[in-house]
């Protein structure tokens, strides 16, 4: 989970700015966290308490409206409505981290995941893309290898197709918001990292969601490689409030990370 927040806030100031390079500081003046950072904690909460999805979305978005939502999540959120409205966007992608940690089996593991996109990205799209970060996260912190991520979201119900690596798509990659034409190659970010840190400059040097992109591939790269690095973890805690502060810190001695 926090290695989603952080892959969030190093890619924030590289999000639409279609950064093609790995060599980039990590840290500006302008970085920060996003709806990415908000969404994943409301999550947390929401699992840390077991109520309902809804709620805290509809809450975190009004505690935090200038956050940088989509525009229907913005007028889904805004009017709080209840229904689903058929997303097949990222967004259900980059907020499902903590169902990795929350839960004890791949299946059920799978089956929350759904319930975490469903109340607003009710399309087999955007279910399949958080399935498909939740159920590596949850491979990633049980010990499993990355042939054994990569075999689970390339066969059964997630079936993606990976990009055979990231310097053949990189010249030609832009940015998109659906999950079909972002999470894998994210997960691939991820599949060629060497370490934490390496996996969200390869998510970001695609040029693309840079701050999405970078946060599911720091989600999952976070139990891979045995948490995030503290010189790189201090600067992301300095940047959040109190209250994402303290549900995240809740979220990680509750279900024991780090």
């Known amino acids: 989970m926090l290695g989603a927040i952080v892959g969030d806030v190093i890619g924030s100031v590289h999000e639409a700015e279609g950064t093609k390079t790995k060599l980039f500081p ?3 003046e302008w970085s920060q966290f996003t709806d990415d950072t908000v969404l994943t904690v409301a999550v947390a909460e929401a699992l840390l308490t077991g109520r309902g999805y809804v709620e805290f979305f509809h809450q975190y978005f009004e505690d935090y409206p200038l956050a940088g939502y989509g525009v229907k999540f913005i007028e889904w959120a805004g009017y709080k409505q209840t229904e689903p409205y058929n997303s097949w966007g990222n967004g259900s992608a980059m907020r499902v981290s903590p169902v990795g940690y929350a839960r004890d089996t791949l299946a059920d593991v799978l089956a929350e995941a ?8 009710s ?64 997960i691939q970010a991820f599949l060629e990292a060497t370490d934490f840190e390496d996996a969200l400059r390869n ?13 599911i591939a720091g989600a999952i790269a976070e139990p891979f490689f045995g948490g995030v690095p503290g010189l790189i973890a201090e600067p992301v805690w300095a940047k959040l409030d109190d209250r994402l502060t303290d549900i995240t810190r809740s979220f990680r001695a509750r279900f024991g990370i780090g």
Do not use: M, N, W
Not at 114 to 121: K, L, P
Not at 204 to 215: E, H, K, N, P
């Open 26 to 28: 990590l840290f500006t």
């Open 114 to 121: 759904e319930r975490t996109a469903a109340v607003t990205h």
């Open 123 to 186: 399309h087999p799209e955007g279910i399949r893309g958080a399935k498909a970060v939740a159920g590596a996260v949850f491979l990633a912190r049980t010990g499993k290898s990355k042939d054994d991520i990569r075999a689970f979201v390339t066969g059964g119900e997630i079936g993606y197709t990976l990009p055979e690596s990231l310097d053949d798509i990189r010249p030609e990659y832009r940015f998109h918001v659906s999950c079909q034409k972002s999470v894998p190659e994210a």
């Open 203 to 215: 998510a970001i040097s695609l040029g693309g969601d840079a701050d999405t992109q970078a946060c």
